[in-house]
């Protein structure tokens, strides 16, 4: 695995300069700093990130939504249709 200093950047968490790296794989490139623990990471390819499509995948096997009120969107949807 090769890491690179990135000439000039600034660590966003600690404010040093010239302390990132960055380094990347098939998948993610990513960056993180020497002087700290800050470590960062984005897709190659722009899709979201796994967090973002762990969380869609959460809701989706939540079955029905449900609103704040208690009432599934399912039946809210229902009866509005009737009219
Ligand atoms: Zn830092």
Redesign the pocket.
């Known amino acids: 695995m090769i890491k690179r200093f990135i000439a000039g950047a600034v660590?966003?968490?600690?404010?040093?300069q010239d302390?990132?790296r960055m380094y990347r794989d098939e998948e993610r490139e990513y960056r993180e700093?020497?002087?700290?623990?800050?470590a960062d990471s984005m897709r190659l390819d722009g899709q979201p990130d796994h967090k973002e499509e762990e969380l869609i995948q959460t809701r989706v096997n939540q079955g029905p939504a449900v609103r704040e009120d208690g009432v599934q969107v399912l039946k809210f949807f229902d009866a509005t249709t009737k009219h």
């Open positions: 660590c966003p968490r600690c404010a040093k302390t990132i700093c020497v002087a700290c623990d800050f």
